[in-house]
């Protein structure tokens, strides 16, 4: 739990993420989507596959999965997505504040195409409860 | 479908509720990979201090996105959209979301939107989405 300060502009190795029909119509029933499209909230997927999976898998941050808790999320859509697009997902701990046994955690995580332009910038507070 | 003319501060633009079923706290699970036992596993939940699974967070706000689109039909995109998450909800509750307009700008036609879910625990009003924004942009 040391050196946090350290942590903060850590950026993980990018993760490519194919937009598949099948995971995009489970996730619009997930969320009640029903207007066509793919749901502008599935950036959460890329997001948690460069993101969080990344966070757990980081020896000098050692978090267990289930002392996560998400506090706060920010989403800024460039365009919209669609099915059949693979994306390129990388993200950056932006920030992270310790209050006690809590670690409060921001990660930044931008997703781009093929061409290299962005297509949506996700933020995430993860509130990580370290007596849990 | 919405239209940016019929819009002014103030207004309430949508409301929208559901039932959270544990069924679709699972499939969300599935779709997003977020995995985590917190929201599947009631013997991990109770651990973690609450009465028993919890909905992701984005389980909740991506209800919220989808009530907002299907209000704005083709006439708008979503830009912005963001949130704190200040109450959990458990499966069983109905969650009800909703949003109004906050500001508006005429010359590039967006409007910012605060937008809140709410949840009646036990005769309780509780905002797991208080006053979260939203940026549509009609065409």
């Known amino acids: 739990m040391n050196g946090s300060v350290a942590l903060e502009g850590r950026r993980y190795p990018p ?19 029903h207007v066509g499209g793919v749901p502008p909230t599935f950036v959460t997927a890329p997001e ?14 050692s978090i267990e999965v289930s002392q996560v808790l998400h506090g706060e999320q920010a989403y ?32 930044r995580t931008e997703l781009r195409d093929d061409a290299g332009a ?10 990580v409860r370290t007596d849990a | ?13 949508f409301t929208s509720s559901r039932v959270v079923t544990r069924e679709e706290v699972k499939a969300y699970a599935d779709a997003s990979g977020d995995q985590n036992p917190l ?12 009465p ?13 996105a989808s009530a907002l689109l299907e209000r704005l039909g083709d006439g708008a995109t979503l830009e912005r959209l963001s949130a704190q998450f200040r109450s959990p909800v458990f499966v069983g509750e109905t969650i009800e979301s909703g949003g109004s307009v906050r500001s508006l700008d005429r010359e590039s036609r967006a409007a910012v939107l605060d937008v809140w879910v709410r949840v009646d ?8 989405i208080r006053r979260g924004e939203a940026q549509i942009r009609f065409v």
Do not use: C, K, Y
Request: no cysteine.
């Open chain 1, 118 to 127: 962005m297509v949506s910038i996700g933020r995430s507070t993860l509130i």
């Open chain 1, 15 to 33: 993760v490519r993420f194919a937009v598949e029909a099948d995971r995009v119509r489970a996730f619009a029933a997930a969320v009640g989507h």
């Open chain 1, 76 to 107: 800024e859509w460039r365009r919209p997505i669609t099915v059949g697009e693979v994306l390129t997902a990388e993200a950056t701990i932006e920030r992270i504040r310790d209050r006690g046994a809590t670690r409060f955690l921001t990660l």
């Open chain 1, 48 to 61: 948690l596959a460069a993101g969080l999976s990344n966070l757990l898998e980081d020896p000098d941050l």
């Open chain 2, 52 to 64: 028993g699974v919890v909905a992701h967070g984005m389980f909740t706000m991506g209800t919220l």
């Open chain 2, 1 to 13: 479908m919405i239209s940016f003319d019929e819009l002014s501060v103030g207004v309430e633009v």
């Open chain 2, 121 to 128: 625990r036990n005769g309780t009003v509780e905002w797991p």
């Open chain 2, 39 to 50: 929201h599947q596993d009631d013997v991990v939940a109770r651990a973690a201090g609450f």
